[in-house]
């Protein structure tokens, strides 16, 4: 007697992990032991990444908040420590938007969080 592997749920879980593969180069796209494999590790790193864009865009928007600063001659932490004292709540995707696009706009709140800390 011919033996069968639970053929309808086994080619339709090969199934998934070879379309998942899809873009591999060789072997990784078409065997499935080594397409599995790469796949999962795929999928680990995408998961920490998604968790890491979080913080690289944060490190983005401190770097031009501080850029703007310098250029206005204040520094990153006394800008910071003069809106939390000023009680204004702009986050940082927002003040580093207006450092880029609208730096007068910008240059105005950080004239204005100067005047406080002097």
Avoid at 56 to 66: D, H, Q, S, Y
Avoid at 78 to 85: E, H, I, S
Wanted: charged share 35%; aromatic share 10%; proline share 2%.
């Amino acid at each position: 007697m011919p033996r069968v592997a639970h053929v309808p749920a086994g080619r339709k879980r090969r199934k998934k992990f070879l379309r998942r593969a899809k873009g591999f180069v060789g072997g990784r796209r078409k065997l499935y032991r080594s397409a599995r494999e790469t796949v999962q590790r795929a999928m680990v790193y995408a998961t920490r990444d998604r968790k890491d864009r979080k913080a690289e865009f944060r490190r983005l928007w401190t770097a031009r908040i501080n850029a703007a600063c310098r250029q206005v001659g204040i520094s990153y932490s006394r800008f910071v420590a003069g809106m939390k004292k000023l009680n204004v709540r702009l986050d940082r995707k927002s003040l580093a938007d207006l450092a880029v696009k609208d730096f007068e706009a910008f240059q105005k709140v950080a004239e204005f969080v100067k005047s406080v800390l002097k």
